[in-house]
Protein backbone atom coordinates (compact mmCIF):
# COMPACT_ATOMS: atom_id res chain seq x y z
CA UNK A 1 0.00 0.00 0.00
CA UNK A 2 1.44 3.21 -0.96
CA UNK A 3 0.46 6.08 1.40
CA UNK A 4 -0.15 9.57 -0.48
CA UNK A 5 -0.44 12.47 0.97
CA UNK A 6 -1.40 15.86 -1.12
CA UNK A 7 -1.12 19.28 0.31
CA UNK A 8 -3.14 21.93 -1.26
CA UNK A 9 -4.77 24.78 -1.38
CA UNK A 10 -6.94 23.40 -4.48
CA UNK A 11 -7.43 20.35 -2.74
CA UNK A 12 -10.58 19.15 -4.57
CA UNK A 13 -9.41 20.40 -8.18
CA UNK A 14 -6.23 17.89 -7.90
CA UNK A 15 -7.62 14.96 -5.84
CA UNK A 16 -9.66 13.81 -8.81
CA UNK A 17 -6.05 14.06 -10.97
CA UNK A 18 -4.65 12.01 -8.44
CA UNK A 19 -6.95 9.33 -8.15
CA UNK A 20 -7.49 9.02 -11.81
CA UNK A 21 -3.45 9.37 -12.03
CA UNK A 22 -2.68 5.93 -9.89
CA UNK A 23 -5.62 4.19 -10.83
CA UNK A 24 -4.27 4.11 -14.56
CA UNK A 25 -0.92 2.73 -12.61
CA UNK A 26 -2.67 -0.14 -11.02
CA UNK A 27 -0.94 0.42 -7.63
CA UNK A 28 -2.66 -0.29 -3.96
CA UNK A 29 -2.49 3.11 -2.95
CA UNK A 30 -4.13 5.57 -0.36
CA UNK A 31 -4.40 9.40 -0.57
CA UNK A 32 -4.92 11.11 2.74
CA UNK A 33 -5.14 14.66 4.07
CA UNK A 34 -1.76 15.98 5.22
CA UNK A 35 -1.19 15.29 9.06
CA UNK A 36 2.22 16.17 10.30
CA UNK A 37 2.21 13.22 12.67
CA UNK A 38 2.45 10.29 9.70
CA UNK A 39 5.22 9.37 7.56
CA UNK A 40 3.63 9.01 4.17
CA UNK A 41 5.53 7.63 0.80
CA UNK A 42 4.22 10.31 -1.88
CA UNK A 43 4.05 14.08 -0.71
CA UNK A 44 2.48 16.23 -3.57
CA UNK A 45 3.39 19.94 -2.51
CA UNK A 46 1.22 22.53 -4.02
CA UNK A 47 3.27 25.78 -4.07
CA UNK A 48 2.53 29.69 -5.28
CA UNK A 49 6.09 31.13 -3.97
CA UNK A 50 8.87 30.37 -2.38
CA UNK A 51 7.94 31.03 1.10
CA UNK A 52 5.23 27.78 0.78
CA UNK A 53 8.38 25.35 0.25
CA UNK A 54 9.13 26.07 4.02
CA UNK A 55 6.75 22.96 4.67
CA UNK A 56 9.25 20.82 3.30
CA UNK A 57 11.27 20.93 6.24
CA UNK A 58 8.56 19.51 8.22
CA UNK A 59 7.29 16.76 6.53
CA UNK A 60 7.89 13.21 7.45
CA UNK A 61 10.01 11.40 5.51
CA UNK A 62 12.27 8.36 4.99
CA UNK A 63 15.25 7.74 2.15
CA UNK A 64 12.73 6.04 -0.29
CA UNK A 65 9.85 8.86 0.35
CA UNK A 66 9.24 10.70 -2.90
CA UNK A 67 7.88 14.80 -3.34
CA UNK A 68 6.69 16.46 -5.93
CA UNK A 69 5.99 19.84 -6.39
CA UNK A 70 2.80 21.68 -7.53
CA UNK A 71 3.68 25.08 -8.86
CA UNK A 72 3.42 28.02 -11.32
CA UNK A 73 5.50 28.47 -14.30
CA UNK A 74 8.62 29.95 -12.88
CA UNK A 75 12.37 29.45 -13.27
CA UNK A 76 13.44 30.15 -10.13
CA UNK A 77 10.73 27.99 -8.11
CA UNK A 78 12.32 25.07 -10.36
CA UNK A 79 15.79 25.59 -9.64
CA UNK A 80 15.17 26.01 -5.72
CA UNK A 81 13.00 23.02 -5.80
CA UNK A 82 15.92 20.96 -7.45
CA UNK A 83 18.19 22.45 -5.10
CA UNK A 84 15.96 21.06 -1.85
CA UNK A 85 16.01 17.12 -3.41
CA UNK A 86 12.31 17.04 -4.51
CA UNK A 87 12.02 14.75 -7.26
CA UNK A 88 9.57 16.27 -9.72
CA UNK A 89 8.06 19.36 -10.28
CA UNK A 90 4.58 20.00 -12.31
CA UNK A 91 3.07 23.02 -13.86
CA UNK A 92 0.03 23.75 -12.27
CA UNK A 93 -1.89 24.97 -15.23
CA UNK A 94 -0.86 21.74 -17.26
CA UNK A 95 -1.11 19.10 -14.58
CA UNK A 96 -3.43 16.60 -16.25
CA UNK A 97 -0.97 16.99 -19.39
CA UNK A 98 2.37 16.42 -17.26
CA UNK A 99 1.19 13.78 -15.36
CA UNK A 100 0.54 11.58 -18.89
CA UNK A 101 3.97 12.90 -19.65
CA UNK A 102 5.71 11.82 -16.77
CA UNK A 103 3.54 8.36 -16.34
CA UNK A 104 6.68 6.35 -17.42
CA UNK A 105 9.01 8.06 -15.26
CA UNK A 106 6.66 7.66 -12.03
CA UNK A 107 5.69 4.03 -12.23
CA UNK A 108 9.89 3.23 -12.32
CA UNK A 109 10.53 5.53 -9.40
CA UNK A 110 7.38 3.51 -7.48
CA UNK A 111 8.77 0.25 -8.56
CA UNK A 112 12.22 1.34 -7.18
CA UNK A 113 11.49 3.16 -3.77
CA UNK A 114 8.17 0.91 -2.74
CA UNK A 115 8.91 -3.33 -4.43
CA UNK A 116 7.82 -5.22 -2.00
CA UNK A 117 9.32 -8.60 -0.44
CA UNK A 118 6.44 -10.78 -0.11
CA UNK A 119 6.29 -13.50 2.42
CA UNK A 120 3.17 -16.02 3.36
CA UNK A 121 3.14 -19.05 5.11
CA UNK A 122 1.81 -20.61 8.61
CA UNK A 123 -0.77 -17.82 9.16
CA UNK A 124 2.06 -15.02 8.76
CA UNK A 125 1.95 -12.79 5.88
CA UNK A 126 5.02 -9.99 5.40
CA UNK A 127 5.26 -7.34 2.81
CA UNK A 128 8.74 -5.89 3.36
CA UNK A 129 9.73 -3.11 1.44
CA UNK A 130 12.44 -3.98 -0.57
CA UNK A 131 14.50 -0.26 -0.14
CA UNK A 132 14.29 -0.86 4.11
CA UNK A 133 16.03 -4.38 4.09
CA UNK A 134 20.03 -3.25 4.74
CA UNK A 135 21.24 -7.09 4.38
CA UNK A 136 20.40 -10.42 3.94
CA UNK A 137 21.98 -13.26 5.61
CA UNK A 138 22.11 -16.89 4.75
CA UNK A 139 22.08 -19.53 7.69
CA UNK A 140 22.12 -23.16 7.35
CA UNK A 141 18.57 -23.58 4.94
CA UNK A 142 17.60 -20.46 6.34
CA UNK A 143 17.67 -16.94 5.29
CA UNK A 144 17.30 -13.32 7.62
CA UNK A 145 16.77 -10.41 6.52
CA UNK A 146 17.89 -7.39 8.13
CA UNK A 147 15.73 -4.60 7.82
CA UNK A 148 14.84 -0.78 8.95
CA UNK A 149 12.24 -3.12 11.36
CA UNK A 150 14.06 -5.64 12.71
CA UNK A 151 14.55 -9.22 11.34
CA UNK A 152 12.78 -12.26 9.92
CA UNK A 153 14.06 -15.48 9.71
CA UNK A 154 12.43 -17.84 6.82
CA UNK A 155 13.18 -21.25 5.41
CA UNK A 156 14.67 -20.26 2.22
CA UNK A 157 18.35 -20.28 -0.09
CA UNK A 158 20.07 -17.21 -0.56
CA UNK A 159 19.98 -18.07 -4.49
CA UNK A 160 16.19 -18.09 -3.86
CA UNK A 161 16.00 -15.11 -2.53
CA UNK A 162 17.61 -12.87 -5.01
CA UNK A 163 16.17 -14.91 -8.50
CA UNK A 164 12.67 -14.14 -6.79
CA UNK A 165 13.25 -10.21 -5.63
CA UNK A 166 14.99 -9.74 -9.41
CA UNK A 167 16.65 -6.34 -8.31
CA UNK A 168 19.78 -4.78 -9.46
CA UNK A 169 19.80 -2.77 -6.13
CA UNK A 170 21.10 -5.70 -3.82
CA UNK A 171 24.77 -7.19 -4.47
CA UNK A 172 26.12 -10.78 -3.05
CA UNK A 173 29.22 -9.65 -1.41
CA UNK A 174 29.97 -13.54 0.70
CA UNK A 175 28.45 -16.86 0.17
CA UNK A 176 26.17 -15.82 2.76
CA UNK A 177 25.22 -12.30 2.09
CA UNK A 178 23.88 -10.03 0.00
CA UNK A 179 23.59 -6.52 0.93
CA UNK A 180 21.26 -3.36 -0.32
CA UNK A 181 23.63 -0.95 -2.57
CA UNK A 182 21.66 1.76 -1.25
CA UNK A 183 22.72 1.16 2.42
CA UNK A 184 26.58 0.40 1.79
CA UNK A 185 28.81 3.43 3.35
CA UNK A 186 32.21 2.10 2.64
CA UNK A 187 33.84 -1.24 0.79
CA UNK A 188 37.33 -1.98 2.59
CA UNK A 189 39.71 -4.58 1.49
CA UNK A 190 38.08 -7.35 3.39
CA UNK A 191 34.68 -6.11 4.28
CA UNK A 192 32.01 -3.75 4.11
CA UNK A 193 30.92 -1.19 6.19
CA UNK A 194 26.71 -0.32 6.05
CA UNK A 195 25.59 3.30 7.03
CA UNK A 196 23.79 1.57 10.14
CA UNK A 197 27.74 0.23 11.30
CA UNK A 198 27.14 -3.47 10.73
CA UNK A 199 30.82 -5.29 9.31
CA UNK A 200 30.01 -7.84 6.70
CA UNK A 201 32.86 -9.94 5.07
CA UNK A 202 33.49 -9.79 1.59
CA UNK A 203 34.07 -13.05 0.26
CA UNK A 204 37.28 -13.68 -2.66
CA UNK A 205 35.28 -14.72 -5.37
CA UNK A 206 32.61 -11.75 -5.35
CA UNK A 207 35.65 -8.93 -4.55
CA UNK A 208 35.73 -8.40 -8.98
CA UNK A 209 31.91 -8.19 -8.93
CA UNK A 210 31.79 -5.67 -5.76
CA UNK A 211 34.77 -3.77 -7.54
CA UNK A 212 32.59 -3.54 -10.91
CA UNK A 213 29.74 -2.30 -9.58
CA UNK A 214 32.37 0.87 -7.71
CA UNK B 1 10.22 -5.44 31.71
CA UNK B 2 9.89 -8.66 29.35
CA UNK B 3 6.28 -11.14 28.63
CA UNK B 4 6.23 -14.11 27.13
CA UNK B 5 3.28 -15.18 25.67
CA UNK B 6 2.82 -18.98 25.18
CA UNK B 7 6.17 -19.60 26.75
CA UNK B 8 6.96 -23.26 28.03
CA UNK B 9 6.46 -24.09 31.56
CA UNK B 10 8.34 -26.87 33.10
CA UNK B 11 6.15 -28.30 35.59
CA UNK B 12 3.71 -28.50 33.08
CA UNK B 13 6.42 -30.69 31.02
CA UNK B 14 6.84 -32.78 34.36
CA UNK B 15 2.74 -33.18 34.47
CA UNK B 16 2.14 -34.14 31.01
CA UNK B 17 5.18 -36.99 31.08
CA UNK B 18 3.94 -38.07 34.53
CA UNK B 19 0.30 -38.34 32.66
CA UNK B 20 1.38 -39.88 29.56
CA UNK B 21 4.62 -42.09 30.77
CA UNK B 22 2.92 -43.26 34.17
CA UNK B 23 0.67 -46.25 31.84
CA UNK B 24 3.60 -47.20 30.02
CA UNK B 25 5.91 -47.71 32.63
CA UNK B 26 2.79 -49.89 34.01
CA UNK B 27 2.61 -51.62 31.51
CA UNK B 28 6.08 -52.49 31.47
CA UNK B 29 6.04 -53.56 34.97
CA UNK B 30 3.03 -56.38 33.86
CA UNK B 31 4.89 -57.33 30.96
CA UNK B 32 8.45 -58.22 33.39
CA UNK B 33 6.35 -59.64 36.49
CA UNK B 34 3.96 -61.94 34.26
CA UNK B 35 4.71 -65.03 32.80
CA UNK B 36 3.70 -65.32 29.22
CA UNK B 37 5.10 -68.81 28.94
CA UNK B 38 7.17 -67.64 25.58
CA UNK B 39 10.40 -65.44 25.71
CA UNK B 40 9.26 -64.40 21.76
CA UNK B 41 6.35 -62.85 23.43
CA UNK B 42 7.86 -60.95 25.59
CA UNK B 43 10.16 -59.88 22.85
CA UNK B 44 7.24 -58.65 20.94
CA UNK B 45 5.53 -56.51 23.44
CA UNK B 46 8.63 -54.87 24.64
CA UNK B 47 9.44 -53.66 20.89
CA UNK B 48 5.95 -51.89 21.12
CA UNK B 49 6.80 -50.89 24.48
CA UNK B 50 10.04 -49.11 23.29
CA UNK B 51 8.00 -48.06 19.94
CA UNK B 52 5.03 -46.17 21.93
CA UNK B 53 7.72 -44.66 24.05
CA UNK B 54 9.76 -43.32 21.47
CA UNK B 55 6.35 -41.68 19.48
CA UNK B 56 4.69 -40.15 22.72
CA UNK B 57 8.36 -38.70 23.68
CA UNK B 58 9.07 -37.33 20.20
CA UNK B 59 5.52 -36.86 18.61
CA UNK B 60 2.53 -36.76 21.32
CA UNK B 61 4.68 -35.01 24.27
CA UNK B 62 5.86 -31.74 22.17
CA UNK B 63 2.23 -30.90 20.47
CA UNK B 64 0.83 -30.95 24.12
CA UNK B 65 2.88 -29.04 25.80
CA UNK B 66 3.38 -26.47 22.85
CA UNK B 67 1.08 -23.63 21.68
CA UNK B 68 0.93 -23.61 17.86
CA UNK B 69 2.66 -19.96 18.13
CA UNK B 70 4.83 -17.95 20.98
CA UNK B 71 5.22 -13.97 21.32
CA UNK B 72 7.33 -12.47 23.44
CA UNK B 73 7.47 -8.36 24.06
CA UNK B 74 9.91 -6.46 26.15
CA UNK B 75 10.70 -2.38 26.30
CA UNK B 76 12.30 -2.18 22.58
CA UNK B 77 11.12 -5.32 20.44
CA UNK B 78 8.31 -7.51 19.85
CA UNK B 79 9.34 -11.25 19.11
CA UNK B 80 7.20 -13.63 17.44
CA UNK B 81 7.87 -17.57 16.08
CA UNK B 82 5.17 -19.89 14.75
CA UNK B 83 5.87 -23.57 14.77
CA UNK B 84 5.54 -25.34 11.02
CA UNK B 85 6.24 -28.72 11.92
CA UNK B 86 5.78 -31.20 15.10
CA UNK B 87 9.30 -31.97 14.94
CA UNK B 88 10.40 -28.25 15.13
CA UNK B 89 8.40 -28.22 18.18
CA UNK B 90 10.17 -31.44 19.60
CA UNK B 91 13.54 -29.60 18.82
CA UNK B 92 13.05 -26.56 20.89
CA UNK B 93 11.10 -28.86 23.58
CA UNK B 94 14.46 -30.78 24.18
CA UNK B 95 16.61 -27.69 23.65
CA UNK B 96 14.69 -25.85 26.22
CA UNK B 97 14.84 -28.88 28.31
CA UNK B 98 18.31 -29.59 28.25
CA UNK B 99 20.17 -26.88 27.39
CA UNK B 100 17.18 -23.99 28.94
CA UNK B 101 17.13 -22.80 25.80
CA UNK B 102 14.49 -19.99 23.95
CA UNK B 103 13.83 -20.87 20.16
CA UNK B 104 15.30 -18.58 17.83
CA UNK B 105 12.02 -15.87 16.93
CA UNK B 106 11.17 -15.92 13.24
CA UNK B 107 10.26 -12.04 13.52
CA UNK B 108 11.63 -9.56 15.55
CA UNK B 109 10.16 -6.11 15.21
CA UNK B 110 11.36 -2.80 16.88
CA UNK B 111 8.40 -1.60 18.53
CA UNK B 112 9.22 1.85 17.50
CA UNK B 113 9.05 0.94 14.12
CA UNK B 114 5.73 0.41 14.42
CA UNK B 115 2.91 2.97 13.33
CA UNK B 116 -0.09 1.16 14.45
CA UNK B 117 -1.59 -2.12 14.43
CA UNK B 118 -5.06 -2.97 13.04
CA UNK B 119 -6.73 -5.56 14.31
CA UNK B 120 -9.59 -7.84 12.69
CA UNK B 121 -11.75 -10.65 11.99
CA UNK B 122 -12.19 -13.49 9.45
CA UNK B 123 -14.53 -16.45 9.42
CA UNK B 124 -12.91 -19.54 8.38
CA UNK B 125 -13.92 -22.93 8.11
CA UNK B 126 -12.67 -25.95 10.24
CA UNK B 127 -13.83 -28.37 7.67
CA UNK B 128 -13.61 -29.12 4.01
CA UNK B 129 -17.43 -28.78 4.00
CA UNK B 130 -19.53 -25.86 4.90
CA UNK B 131 -22.50 -27.42 5.21
CA UNK B 132 -21.43 -28.99 8.05
CA UNK B 133 -22.41 -28.20 11.41
CA UNK B 134 -20.66 -25.64 13.89
CA UNK B 135 -17.63 -26.07 11.27
CA UNK B 136 -16.41 -22.47 11.15
CA UNK B 137 -15.14 -19.79 13.37
CA UNK B 138 -13.42 -16.73 13.73
CA UNK B 139 -9.61 -16.14 13.01
CA UNK B 140 -8.33 -12.69 14.72
CA UNK B 141 -5.72 -10.80 12.72
CA UNK B 142 -2.98 -8.56 13.92
CA UNK B 143 -1.98 -6.73 10.93
CA UNK B 144 1.25 -5.02 12.13
CA UNK B 145 1.96 -1.68 9.80
CA UNK B 146 5.38 0.04 9.95
CA UNK B 147 6.49 3.47 9.22
CA UNK B 148 8.56 2.59 6.37
CA UNK B 149 4.95 0.93 4.58
CA UNK B 150 5.85 -2.37 5.68
CA UNK B 151 2.84 -4.94 6.83
CA UNK B 152 3.26 -7.85 8.97
CA UNK B 153 0.18 -9.91 9.34
CA UNK B 154 -0.38 -12.69 11.88
CA UNK B 155 -3.41 -14.93 12.11
CA UNK B 156 -2.48 -16.73 15.57
CA UNK B 157 -1.25 -13.81 17.54
CA UNK B 158 -3.94 -14.42 20.12
CA UNK B 159 -3.01 -17.09 23.09
CA UNK B 160 -5.06 -19.23 25.30
CA UNK B 161 -3.00 -18.26 28.24
CA UNK B 162 -4.97 -15.07 27.97
CA UNK B 163 -3.39 -13.65 31.62
CA UNK B 164 0.16 -13.29 29.94
CA UNK B 165 -1.51 -12.05 26.68
CA UNK B 166 -3.09 -9.25 28.32
CA UNK B 167 -0.06 -8.05 30.25
CA UNK B 168 2.00 -7.88 26.74
CA UNK B 169 -0.67 -6.00 24.92
CA UNK B 170 -0.87 -3.89 28.03
CA UNK B 171 3.48 -3.71 27.76
CA UNK B 172 3.34 -2.93 24.56
CA UNK B 173 0.29 0.39 24.84
CA UNK B 174 3.09 1.22 27.58
CA UNK B 175 5.58 1.74 25.17
CA UNK B 176 3.16 3.70 22.40
CA UNK B 177 2.23 0.90 20.27
CA UNK B 178 -1.24 2.56 19.34
CA UNK B 179 -3.84 -0.11 18.26
CA UNK B 180 -6.84 0.38 16.04
CA UNK B 181 -9.70 -1.67 16.61
CA UNK B 182 -12.76 -0.85 15.37
CA UNK B 183 -14.79 -3.63 16.55
CA UNK B 184 -13.14 -4.03 20.43
CA UNK B 185 -11.93 -7.22 19.52
CA UNK B 186 -9.03 -6.67 22.09
CA UNK B 187 -11.34 -5.59 24.67
CA UNK B 188 -13.21 -8.75 24.55
CA UNK B 189 -9.92 -10.72 24.39
CA UNK B 190 -8.58 -9.16 27.49
CA UNK B 191 -11.56 -9.29 29.24
CA UNK B 192 -12.09 -13.13 29.13
CA UNK B 193 -14.99 -13.05 27.00
CA UNK B 194 -16.15 -15.41 24.87
CA UNK B 195 -14.81 -13.98 21.35
CA UNK B 196 -17.18 -16.23 19.22
CA UNK B 197 -20.12 -14.66 21.03
CA UNK B 198 -18.35 -11.20 20.70
CA UNK B 199 -17.91 -11.40 17.08
CA UNK B 200 -21.56 -12.53 16.62
CA UNK B 201 -22.84 -9.42 18.70
CA UNK B 202 -20.82 -7.27 16.12
CA UNK B 203 -21.63 -8.88 12.98
CA UNK B 204 -25.90 -8.16 14.26
CA UNK B 205 -25.02 -4.86 14.65
CA UNK B 206 -23.88 -4.64 11.40
CA UNK B 207 -26.57 -6.13 9.66
CA UNK B 208 -29.02 -4.16 11.48
CA UNK B 209 -27.05 -0.85 10.14
Redesign the interface.
Known amino acids: ???ISLISKHYKQIEPLIHQFFDNLQVEYILTNYTHQ??Q?IYFVEIEKKDDLNILNHLKK?E?TLIYIIGPKDFDLVSICLQKQTHLYFINSELEKQFIHYQDFIKKQIQKN?Q?YLYQ?????????LS?IYYVESLRHQIILH???????E?KTLSQFIKEIQSLDFIQIHKSYVVNKQFIQEVKNQEVILKEQTHLPIGRSYKESLKEQD | MKVTVGKIKKRKVIKYCIGLLAPLFFYLFLLMNIDLGYDNYKECLLFIFITTLFIVMIFVLPSLIFLN?MWEVNQN?LK?I?F?HNLDKTKYLYSFLFRNKYP???????LS?I?FVQISYYRYSFYPSKYLVDGSGYKIVFKFN???????????FVSHDRESFKQGIELMKKQGVRFVDPYHLLEALCSNKDINLHIALVEKEKNHD
Open positions: MIRSIDLSFYRNGITSKIRQSINGEMIR | SSYHDRYQINLRQDMLDGSQYIIEN
